[in-house]
């Protein structure tokens, strides 16, 4: 694997740990209700955060992987896990009813940005690595 994919490979870890730390501390959903339960947002900001988790961990063996066919596999992955990533506030898990609710205003758009960050990354690295398995 030459230089520019594992640079990929890093920052799509990297990538992958911001997302899962911002929706756990700063660009997290709305707070727990006063009745102790919790709103639809946070199984979103949970289903997010573990896939973020996931992100990171593919790009880590796409990093330390010496086969080409594996860099291709695992960095198609992570984008597939980013998409995925970015639809589920809102899309996949319907969130709070208001629009300026903490969900639709801060997490929301960290997730669109931080997975379009790791699809563009990933899919850079895909290209490359179809071409160095030719």
């Not at 973020?52 to 594996?70: C, E, Q």
């Not at 996949?92 to 990354?121: E, G, N, T």
């Amino acid at each position: 694997m030459n230089l520019k994919s594992k640079v990929f490979s890093l920052f799509s870890l990297i990538a992958g740990l911001l997302l899962s730390a911002g929706v756990s501390t700063v660009f997290r959903a709305c707070s727990q209700k006063e009745d102790g339960t919790w709103m639809n947002c946070h199984d979103a900001q949970t289903a997010v955060l573990i896939l973020g988790l996931l992100i990171a961990v593919v790009s880590l063996i796409s990093l330390v992987s010496r086969a080409k066919s594996a860099v291709l596999n695992f960095s198609c992955t992570a984008a597939g896990l980013a998409i995925v990533a970015m639809l589920v506030p809102g899309t996949i898990i319907h969130m709070c009813m208001m629009d300026s609710m903490r969900c639709y205003a801060v997490m929301q758009p960290f997730v669109r940005i931080m997975s379009v960050v790791v699809i563009v990354l990933s899919a850079l690295q895909c290209v490359m690595a179809a071409k160095a398995a030719k």
